[in-house]
Nanobody, 125 residues
Framework: QVQLVESGGGLVQAGGSLRLSCAAS????????MGWFRQAPGKEHEFVAA????????YYTDSVKGRFTISRDNTKNTVLLQMNSLTPDDTAVYSC??????????????????WGQGTQVTVSS
C-alpha cells in the first residue's frame, strides 16, 4: 500500500508561481514512476507531467512545457511540481500518482495504481 499526500496548492494571480509537493509512503519509492495529473471543473482528468524512477526522464503535456518542472528526491520520497507563469487555464485540482511497476508510459492513467487526494490550484486573472 502506498499513500500519497499532496501539498502546496492555493490561490495565485496570473503570472505567479506555485510549487506542489507530493510525499509518498513506502520504502521503494525510487522504483516508482511518478506523475502529476489535473482536473478542472467540467473537464476531463488530464496528464500534466511525469518523471522516471531515477529522475532521468521527464515528460510534460504541451500546454505546460517551459513553465512547469517536475523533480524528485528519492531520499525524501518526494516529487515536486514547480509551476511558473501560471494562467487561469491552469486552475484545477492537481493529483500526484504512482506507477509502482516503474514502467515508462507516462501519460497512461491506467498505469498508475496509487493516487493522492489532490490539491486545489486556483489562478485568478
Amino acid at each position: 500500500q502506498v499513500q500519497l499526500v499532496e501539498s502546496g496548492g492555493g490561490l495565485v494571480q496570473a503570472g505567479g508561481s506555485l510549487r506542489l509537493s507530493c510525499a509518498a509512503s513506502g520504502r521503494t519509492f525510487s522504483t516508482y514512476t511518478m506523475g502529476w495529473f489535473r482536473q478542472a471543473p467540467g473537464k476531463e482528468h488530464e496528464f500534466v507531467a511525469a518523471i522516471s524512477r531515477s529522475g532521468t526522464n521527464k515528460y510534460y503535456t504541451d500546454s505546460v512545457k517551459g513553465r512547469f518542472t517536475i523533480s524528485r528526491d528519492n531520499t525524501k520520497n518526494t516529487v515536486l511540481l514547480q509551476m511558473n507563469s501560471l494562467t487561469p487555464d491552469d486552475t484545477a485540482v492537481y493529483s500526484c500518482a504512482a506507477d509502482t511497476g516503474g514502467t515508462w508510459r507516462p501519460t497512461r492513467q491506467v498505469q498508475y495504481d496509487y493516487w493522492g487526494q489532490g490539491t486545489q490550484v486556483t489562478v485568478s486573472s
